[in-house]
């Protein structure tokens, strides 16, 4: 677990230098990457957003490729082709974009809804399949999209199957004044990002991945999970509440956060930490809650005052 801890924290540590500012944000992110999850950030221009992925890419050793989605956008244009080469009379796949370990998918929310469901299989399978056949994407795979909520005018709003392969959907926001002047005095002379060197590699990673799986959830914590995710399919002013890949979201995050934090074990605060991130953009607000303007954060934040927290034995 140990190792686990020191993997995460120098990611944690290289990463800041970049998001000045951010902290909680990368933590988040780092937490999504070491559950084998994908990020979905919702902000406006120029926060980060390109800079977090840039970084945790250049952190890791992983190939990074970024894909600017516009209306226009094929769903060819992202997954690849199969090309005739007339020399050994055969198709040759040429891959697209998403095939990388850390995939921007930038401004998802421009492309068609064909366009931006050709990432659905990438996205849960680690796979493509073109042409009737599969190819296994390389590991670790993680998508971080953006979309930027104030522009409505010529986008396609993600739907909800894809809102929920997304394990969080985190909010960058504007930094303070001091940390504004502090993101001015590091770009004096050049980008923060072209001196940021790799700290662990891909296998580094992909061994977090499986010490995080060994970290322990006391039953009643999985309970409260589930309580917490049931809840959002009871309130009143839900339409659509979690699903099954919520809870799992959830779990797996909780998981994550306690190795970040040096813990080999869950505790609720890991588990309320992470509702609101992971369970908000699955959470579908009804029309007339919509009317009154109430977000699906006030409604997770209800939850977890309504839900009780069970007693935990921590291990010895």
């Known amino acids: 677990m140990a190792d686990g801890n020191a993997t995460l924290s120098s990611l944690l540590e290289n990463v800041t230098r970049v998001l000045i500012g951010k902290r909680r944000e990368v933590e988040l992110a780092l937490i999504a990457l070491a559950s084998e999850g994908h990020i979905l950030i919702e902000d406006v221009p120029g926060v980060g957003k390109t800079m977090l992925a840039k970084s945790l890419a250049k952190s890791i050793g992983c190939t990074f490729r970024r894909i600017q989605f516009t209306p226009d956008l094929l769903p060819s244009d992202v997954t690849g082709v199969s090309i005739f080469n007339q020399k050994t009379q055969e198709f040759e796949f040429r891959p697209g974009p998403v095939v ?7 401004e998802i929310n421009r492309a068609t809804p064909k366009t931006q469901s050709a990432l659905l299989e990438s996205m849960e399978e680690r796979q493509l399949t073109v042409d009737g056949k599969t190819y296994p994407l ?5 998508v971080m999209a953006t979309q930027n909520p104030i522009e409505y005018e010529g986008t396609f709003p993600l739907p909800e199957a894809q809102l929920d392969r997304f394990i969080m ?13 502090s993101v001015l005095d590091s770009q004096v002379i050049s980008h923060p990002i072209e001196d ?11 061994d977090t991945h499986r010490l995080v799986r060994q970290v322990r959830v006391d039953p009643g914590l999985r309970g409260y999970i589930v309580d917490i995710v049931g809840a959002t399919r009871t309130h009143p002013d839900v339409y659509l509440g979690a699903s099954p890949r919520g809870s799992l979201s959830l779990f797996r995050t909780a998981q994550a956060a306690a190795l970040l934090g040096g813990r080999d074990y869950v505790i609720p605060d890991d588990i309320k930490m992470l509702a609101e991130p992971v369970l908000a953009h699955r959470v579908i607000m009804n029309p007339a809650a919509r009317v009154r303007n109430v977000q699906s954060g006030t409604v997770l934040r209800e939850v977890l005052q309504s839900v009780s927290v069970p007693g935990t034995r921590v291990p010895a």
């Not at 990388?100 to 930038?106: G, K, N, P, W």
């Not at 959907?169 to 002047?181: M, V």
């Not at 940021?196 to 992909?206: K, P, R, Y």
């Open 100 to 106: 990388a370990q850390i995939v921007l998918a930038d």
């Open 138 to 142: 390389p590991p670790p795979f993680m």
């Open 169 to 181: 959907r985190l909010r960058l926001g504007y930094p303070n004044r001091e940390d504004e002047i």
């Open 196 to 206: 940021i060197e790799q700290v662990i590699s891909a296998q580094d990673l992909m």
